[in-house]
């Protein structure tokens, strides 16, 4: 159980880290937990930058694209 328990996390971990889509975590303040560097890209921030600022007070990159939030 706990070998597949790995497998699952190692598994999230590449998908989350290598998406070419954006990818966040938040918490329930909106504010991120962690993202990924197409996400980062997307909003033009920094992993720091984004940690210290809810995700409705960054100004979005106009030429990122679409971005949807669920």
């Given at each position: ?13 590449t ?6 889509v954006?990818?966040?975590r ?5 504010r ?9 890209r997307?909003?033009g921030?920094g ?10 007070g960054m ?10 939030l669920?």
């Amino acid at each position: 159980m706990y070998d597949r328990i790995v497998q699952q996390e190692r598994t999230f971990r590449t998908v989350f880290e290598f998406a070419a889509v954006g990818i966040t975590r938040i918490d329930l303040n909106q504010r991120p937990i962690e993202s990924n560097s197409a996400f980062q890209r997307m909003l033009g921030y920094g992993e720091i930058e984004m940690k210290n600022k809810p995700l409705s007070g960054m100004i979005i990159n106009r030429r990122a694209g679409v971005i949807m939030l669920i």
